[in-house]
DNA sequence: CGGACCCTTGACGACTTTCAACGTGTGTGG
DNA sequence: CCACACACGTTGAAAGTCGTCAAGGGTCCG
């Protein structure tokens, strides 16, 4: 497949939903046009597997929005532990969190190859003095930041291992359908047990066990990153406590 | 005491570090002549111990900062778990994560009683398409928010109880410091175990069994909510899980 | 083919939760 | 004034879940 016509079809999917869209105006264009594009268009990188896009410490001179590819950002305790705090699919912006003490609190990593927005926070500033519209939008944007935090710390308030991963898991679900529109049933993880563990505070044999006994149970397709969920609704029903000990005994 | 001139010293302490001041000027005059303010002056409203700010699924048509009193946010999941998501004291903004949804994802309570400023959604956003400075101030708020959720997170990744603990009395210290201006080692809980041990993800049983351990170390002085910091280098030891193992052993 | 990396599975142990009882302080009513 | 209920916090003992340690299989790549 040409990886040009690949990234042309992302980044369109991606921009539909884009964060940015009021200040953003790629479209149809193709890449190499965008570039020489001058007003509102953002500078652009694409980045391999692996690669970092900022790093814990680093002044902040710039916010991101993925436009391809899912990033993880990990801070790195004193101790040398890692902590996965947050995956970001396309049209979600990163690097807010930092601007309160202007250094980046944590590194991000693409997991795939990606595709990434940069803006330069200067130009944020004056885009939302200028457009009360984008202003609005940039603050749901800090609001959709913050709330998706809270999901994450209501996951870990999920006692048992299985209720995290289900509750993971729809959430990817529910993810993939925003973007695609669609209801699906087949998930592709982006990233690796460890991040994943990382993620849920477990550990990497309680993930796998964990997708083990779902296997088991009839209600999810495991082969590696590729996931099916076979029983949806038995999944959900995992997701809240009293839910999860009834699914179990059942 | 009079409490209309205890209310009046919190107002004064607390607007010197709020994240409104660009747009409020409370500053000297008494709160009888405050509520005939009109221009930037924001209307204040005064809430009882346990009373409630506002309500999970709510419309949101306003933000909030406590000008004097701790608040925590709950969410009750569909099964009727409770979850605390947060403290907040005085100065910091509240409501934040709803403006995605329109909706509260939680409920606010005052642990104590308090002086609320309630800020309409309207005048927020007409006040930062006015000023820069504001709506630079504004993002920054946003900023904190989320760095302070992430913050909950990498509390809640310290696998043991008790680094989870000394984690929290050293953010609550911090605080108060802030605030204060000087180094403090007594810490008032505004809230009770039931409260702490949710926001810890643990049960008050645990917390109660930290507590009374830290005692025993020499540590911590626990006097039902009134708590003393008698070793801080073997408390701030603790919150890495690193110096936790050596600390116990020693 | 060997090695590195990722994922899985098993056995054991440690930690937290659960269940239960007790003590304290506070407010209410006799 | 005391008895009582009630909320809150503490402590103990037992049970369960997840972490740790260890081993093994699979795939990719040099």
Do not use: N, W
Request: hydrophobic share 40%; charged share 25%.
């Amino acid at each position: 497949m040409e990886p040009r016509l690949f990234q042309t079809l992302l980044e369109q999917r991606a921009c539909s939903d884009c964060v940015l869209k009021p200040m953003c105006k790629p479209a149809i264009v193709r890449p190499d046009e965008l570039e020489r594009m001058s007003d509102h268009v953002l500078p652009r990188r694409s980045l391999s597997a692996g690669e970092r896009l900022y790093e814990q410490g680093q002044k902040v001179r710039s916010l991101f929005v993925s436009q391809a590819g899912v990033f993880k950002t990990e801070t790195s305790a004193a101790d040398g532990r890692l902590q996965v705090l947050g995956f970001h699919f396309p049209g979600e912006l990163m690097g807010l969190e930092a601007i309160a003490g202007m250094r980046f609190r944590a590194d991000a990593f693409a997991l795939e190859p990606a595709v990434i927005c940069e803006i330069p926070l200067s130009a944020l500033e004056t885009a939302a003095s200028r457009q009360p519209e984008f202003q609005h939008h940039l603050l749901q944007a800090a609001g959709s930041c913050l709330a998706d935090q809270q999901e994450h710390v209501e996951l870990l308030a999920m006692r048992q291992a299985d209720e995290r991963v289900a509750l993971f898991l729809i959430g990817l679900l529910q993810r993939a359908e925003r973007i695609s529109g669609k209801e699906e049933a087949s998930i592709h993880l982006a990233m690796g047990r460890t991040d994943l563990a990382s993620y849920l505070c477990l550990t990497i044999e309680t993930v796998s066990r964990t997708f083990s006994s779902l296997r088991d149970a009839g209600i999810l397709g495991v082969q590696g990153r590729h996931l099916t969920v076979l029983d949806r609704q038995r999944l959900i029903g995992m997701s809240g406590s009293e839910g999860a000990k009834s699914t179990r005994r059942a």
